[in-house]
Each structure stands twice: as C-alpha cells, then as structure tokens.
C-alpha cells in the first residue's frame, strides 16, 4: 500500500452526529465507489504533534499537519477505521485507494494498529491539554480572588479621623514591615480583625495567605487539628489527610483571634511553633517546619491570666512583643458621624434603599450613646434604622438607646455630701460581701476538687477519674487545679 495507492487521506474528528459511540463499529468499514465517502469525513481536525507523525509516516500516509484530507487522485473505494481509546471514540481514518478493489485482511489489521497508536496519541494530547486549561483557570480564579479581597481590605475600610485612631494605624506602619509578633488587645467589636489585615496588607508577605482562626469558636476537642492539621486514622472520625492552618498560612500570616481562650494543654505547641518554628500534625511523627508571621487578638486580660495559672506566662511574653490597645469607640466619639455616614451608605446600597440625609438630633443622638458594643453594635443599630426608615431621611429608633440609659442606676448629685457618703459605705459594705462571697466560693470549688481527688485516689480522667465525678470535663478541672495550686499526686 503506497503513496501513489491513496487517492484520499482523512483524520477527521468524530463529532457524534456519525459515530455517537463505538460500539456502532464492528469492525471496518468499506465501501465501493466514491460515492460511499461521506462529506461528513471532511469535517474534523487532524491531530498534532511528533509521535503522531511518526505513526503516520510508518504507515506511509503523509498528510500535512494543516489540513484534514489530502487528495490524489478520484478514489474508487473507502475504508472507515475509528480510533478508540479506553472506550472513547476519538477521531476517524478514512483511506480512500485509486484501484476499485477493498483492502485485504493483512492491510486492515495493519492500519488497525496504527487507527489504536494514533488514539492513545490524541488521548495523551487530549488530557494534556485539558489538565493544562484546568490549572490556568484555578490560577485565574485564585488571582481574581486575592485581588477581589485586597481591593476590599485596608485603611479605607478603617473608617475615622480621631487622634487615638491615628496613634494605632501610625502603629501599625511601623510594625508591619517588620515580621514580628503582634498582639492586638482592646474590647469586642473594636475593629481588631481589620488591624490584622491592614498589618499583614502592609507587610513583605503580602503576596500571601492571610489565614484567621476564632479560637473561642471551636471545641477544645477540635481546636489542636484545626490548627495543626491531622493524619487520616489520628483519631475517631479522622477519614482523610487535613491540613492545619499552619501550613495553610506558611510564608504568609495567621490571624488567631480570642487568643486567650486557647486551653492550656495546647498552649506549649503554639510556643514550640512560635520559638522554634516547627510542629507535627496529630497522628505524625514528622516534624513540619514553617514560616508564618502571628497576629493574635483577645479581649482579656491576658495579665491576669497569667496570674491566676491560666495562660502560659512564657507564651505571653512571646505574643506580647509588640501590643496594640485599640481604642473603643466611647473614646474616639469624634468618629461616630463618619461611621454613620458609612454605614448607612453601605446598608442602603445593600437594601436598595435611597437615604440622603441624617438628621441633626439622630446624629446628636448617636454621638452621645457610649456604645458598650463598640463598632459592631453600631452597624447592627445602623442597620436596623435603615430597615425602618420609609423616605430619604434616616430614621432611628433613638428611644432604644433612651430605654437602655433609663436601666442604668442613677447617681446621686454629686452635692448632696450625705447621699455621697451612704453611697460609698453602701458600696464598700457591697464590695466587701462580694470580696467574701467569692472567698467562699473559691474555697467550696477547693474542698469539692480535694474531695473527688481523694476518693479517685488522685486520678483526673477516666471513668474514675475525679473530673467524671464533679460532672465537668477533664480540661476545665485541670485549668481549676493550677488556678488552685492543686496538685493530683498528693492525693494518690
């Protein structure tokens, strides 16, 4: 079968019209006459590439890698051989030779093997190009993301003007390029995660994952895997492989937010990673080293903590490299309009209101509330206004807040010497009651922590463990302990 043979070469793509699945081929077909060669044939691409040269200039068909068919001459026959691979119809090789007599059994098998090269050729192709497509559009995708976030996060989100606010982002300036540790302390709902992102937006690692954990928001059981990751088997319920937010955060930043609620038992693998750089997932006995730079927020006082043994004294020096106290909003009240202001913009545009205006008395009105919940309970208060506003002038619920100051205990005048006076030893006599109360409850948590060790013979966990007997779990009884300066063995 030469050159001069073949009036017509095709390698022609199966659209599914012809030849929606292979098992319409049972074997070859030919045909007599070129009257049997469909048009349909034209229509496809030849496939690219050098292994699929090679094929074809084995079997001698020499057809240029920009076209579909190549014509010789008027063919007098055809012969129809599909490529297949791994039960997908891939392409079709139509031969058509100038001598009116059909191919015999040794040329058909012959150019079977090359119709079964050709397709695992194209296959190969075929995924290779879809995997490489796949991965392009994941990375676009990743890439519009990052810009999405970054276009929406940093000092525009900040909203205020005030002298304290100022202090904090010239602060934050200043730290940023650095690297190193920051602990981020004030009230709830003061604004700490927009710090960590505007920390981590100005740093050198940018570029990178800016990853955040609610520490107070996970079980005690879960809060070890959500931050190092696990092995698949680790323990009950862990069905695959999960990665930690430690590693997610490598060579960027991690946000851990209510730091101080991290139990105690976990506390010396976050120094270890903070000191040393490196941890091991639960269930690993490989060592993973990682290069993240921590932010950590809390409203606590971490200082009292440490002193009554529930936070870790050497982690606390460790966070505390560089702290930020941000401000609440009852001392920055010079913000309170421009927040307003936002907010309401923010809320209508959500709501697809139109509010032009904010009245005089409501603005007054606002700036004088101290606002115990901080930014958060003004955007929530915002919000509801604008539910229940009807036209284009802010309408706010302001008795709320009237009721809400009505509740609290009224002071006596401040000229009144005597009512001064009762009200002082009043509140000594409460103090000292208060000072006694807890005295007392300290000892009855002591005696009852004693006891149960006594009758458990000093052992704290287990079905007779002394945490089972108090009806609380093992981690809170060990934190109540070192509160205590209780120790297990003098019991044993």
């Known amino acids: 079968m030469g050159n001069a043979d073949v009036a017509l070469t095709y390698l022609g793509g199966l659209t599914g019209a012809r030849f929606p699945n292979v098992s319409e081929f049972e074997g070859q077909q030919q045909y007599q006459g070129s009257q049997s060669i469909s048009d349909q044939c034209f229509k496809g691409n030849i496939a690219k590439g050098l292994a699929l040269q090679a094929v074809l200039e084995k079997a001698a068909i020499l057809a240029p890698t920009d076209s579909t068919v190549l014509l010789h001459g008027e063919p007098k026959a055809g012969c129809d051989i599909p490529h297949a691979n791994l039960g997908r119809a891939l392409q079709l090789l139509a031969i058509g030779p100038t001598a009116e007599r059909p191919y015999?059994?040794?040329?058909?098998?012959?150019?079977?093997?090359?119709?079964?090269?050709?397709?695992?050729?194209?296959?190969?192709?075929?995924?290779?190009?879809?995997?490489?497509?796949?991965?392009?559009?994941?990375?676009?995708?990743?890439?519009?993301?990052?810009?999405?976030i970054r276009s929406e996060m940093g000092f525009e989100q900040i909203i205020g003007r005030s002298p304290a606010l100022k202090h904090v982002l010239e602060l934050v300036e200043t730290v940023a390029p650095s690297g190193s540790t920051v602990l981020l302390l004030g009230e709830t709902g003061t604004g700490k995660e927009l710090i960590?992102?505007?920390?981590?937006?100005?740093?050198?690692?940018?570029?990178?994952?800016?990853?955040?954990?609610?520490?107070?928001?996970?079980?005690?059981g879960l809060l070890e895997s959500e931050l190092f990751g696990h092995e698949k088997g680790a323990f009950t319920g862990a069905i695959s492989?999960?990665?930690?937010?430690?590693e997610l955060a490598d060579q960027g930043t991690l946000f851990l937010d209510e730091v101080g609620d991290i139990p105690t038992e976990i506390q010396p693998k976050l120094l270890r990673v903070l000191q040393e750089r490196e941890f091991e997932r639960l269930g690993s006995t490989q060592t993973r080293k990682v290069d993240l730079r921590l932010v950590a927020a809390t409203n606590r006082d971490l200082e009292e903590m440490v002193a009554d043994r529930e936070f870790r004294t050497d982690l606390y020096y460790r966070l505390n490299v560089f702290p930020i106290r941000i401000p609440p909003l009852r001392d920055r009240k010079e913000d309170i309009p421009l927040l307003v202001s936002y907010f309401v913009r923010k809320c209508a545009k959500q709501m697809q209101k139109r509010i032009d205006a904010i009245p005089a008395s409501v603005m007054k009105g606002l700036t004088a509330w101290d606002w115990p919940g901080n930014i958060r309970e003004l955007e929530n208060f915002i919000e509801r206004a604008v539910?229940?506003?009807?036209?284009?002038?802010l309408e706010a619920p302001l008795e709320e807040l009237r009721n809400?100051?009505?509740?609290?205990?009224?002071?006596?005048?401040?000229?009144?010497?005597?009512?001064?006076?009762?009200?002082?030893?009043?509140?000594?006599?409460?103090?000292?009651?208060?000072?006694?109360?807890?005295?007392e409850r300290v000892k009855k948590q002591h005696d009852e922590i004693v006891r149960a060790l006594t009758e458990c013979k000093?052992?704290?966990?287990?079905?007779?463990?002394?945490?089972?007997?108090?009806?609380?779990?093992?981690?809170?009884?060990?934190?109540r302990m070192k509160r205590l300066g209780i120790s297990p063995y003098d019991y044993v």
């Open 404 to 439: 809400s100051r009505k509740d609290e205990p009224v002071q006596p005048s401040a000229s009144n010497t005597e009512g001064d006076i009762a009200r002082i030893v009043k509140e000594t006599v409460a103090s000292l009651k208060g000072i006694s109360a807890k005295s």
């Open 241 to 246: 492989q999960r990665i930690g937010r430690m």
């Open 104 to 148: 015999d059994a040794d040329e058909i098998e012959f150019l079977s093997q090359v119709a079964s090269q050709i397709a695992i050729a194209i296959d190969k192709a075929l995924a290779h190009d879809e995997v490489f497509e796949e991965r392009n559009k994941l990375a676009q995708e990743k890439l519009y993301l990052e810009e999405e």
């Open 458 to 479: 000093g052992r704290v966990a287990g079905a007779d463990g002394a945490a089972l007997h108090l009806g609380i779990i093992r981690t809170t009884l060990i934190s």
């Open 196 to 220: 960590a992102r505007a920390i981590h937006e100005r740093s050198r690692r940018k570029e990178r994952n800016f990853v955040k954990l609610n520490c107070a928001a996970i079980p005690t």
């Open 387 to 393: 539910i229940l506003t009807r036209g284009k002038s």
